[in-house]
């Protein structure tokens, strides 16, 4: 899939919005490429000098008058040119953006990528680090990556064992074989019998396969032997569920975080110290990363508040890629709103596909 195929599949819920007209929609683009090219909010007269309109700076001037009052483009000064909005850059991302192709140079530059598996013995870990590190070079923004992961896989077994007085080991299976295991408080009095039955009781709400195992009327009695644990066996299933969904801290990899700094939008010290907090809780750009996981779309466009980081004016682009035993992953780029999203998709569709081929590999020989 090429990369105008993949966006056309990100944004196969958009509708087709018929507010433009033609010359509306070529003022939009040419308004947008400019920006993202140089910062500087675009004025008509210099407009006039590039656009593939044969109109007068004062036909531009209205046009841009008109997408303002339609909320696609604002003045950020009463002087000053205009720059598009959140609403400006979806319609472009959506409709009117031209995406690049990958050159041969850059080709090559990938292909490097995968030599690196054979030369750290398929090192999972090198190349994520090495694809990540590559995208933040080619494009200027900042890189982040989600490690494979399984997912919602359907529980095999759980089971709870005593380690002391007032606390026990609980330990989940999964069907591909993944184990996880976590300490949790319980009530001192608890006894090793009712350990085995909450075991039970848990094998047979999670684990699908498990249901067979059990007559019912044997659960139904377990039920009513310890009905007052029925607190504790509420949190053992939200630690169970919790723990299920959340990957690693150590599944995330970031780089290029210096390039924010590089962008005049990121002058300001009060957005500096917005980005540094946002970087500093790693754990919510792992939940960002892990929540889009559930996407089947190969390519996600967050703009501005879509986003879901908590600063505004950035946007996220993230391509989904496979890894071994059905796994999945994400790498993506942060960045401001004027980021050069057909650079962006195309970097990353191509770096997608490259891991993708590199990590299905590396799983079906072992």
Known sequence: MNESQLLQAAF???????????????????????????GIPVGSRNLSKSSQLTCSPATLRNEMADLESMGYLYSPHTSAGRVPTEKGYRFYVNFLVEFERISQLEESLIGKIAELSHETHNRQQDILKSAIKYACQKTNLAGILLAPQHGKNPLRSIKLFRVLENKAMLVTVDDFGNINDQIVNIPGETSDDILEKLSILLNAQLCQQQFHQYEQDYIEKTRHIISRYNNLLSQLVKKVQDSSADPDSDALFLDGLVNFFDQPEFNDPDRIRQMVSLLDHKENLLQLLAK???????????????????????????????????????????GPLRMDYGRVVATLSRLSNTLSTLLVGQGEAK
């Open 12 to 38: 196969a819920e958009a509708e087709a919005d018929n507010s433009l007209n033609e010359r509306q929609k070529t003022v939009l683009r040419e308004v947008c490429d400019t920006f993202i090219s140089t």
């Open 292 to 334: 889009s996981l559930d996407s089947k779309r190969e390519i996600v466009v967050k703009i501005g508040s879509d986003s879901g980081l908590a600063i505004k004016d950035i946007s996220l682009v993230s391509a989904r890629y496979r890894g071994p035993n059905s796994s999945v992953g994400r790498i993506g780029l942060i």
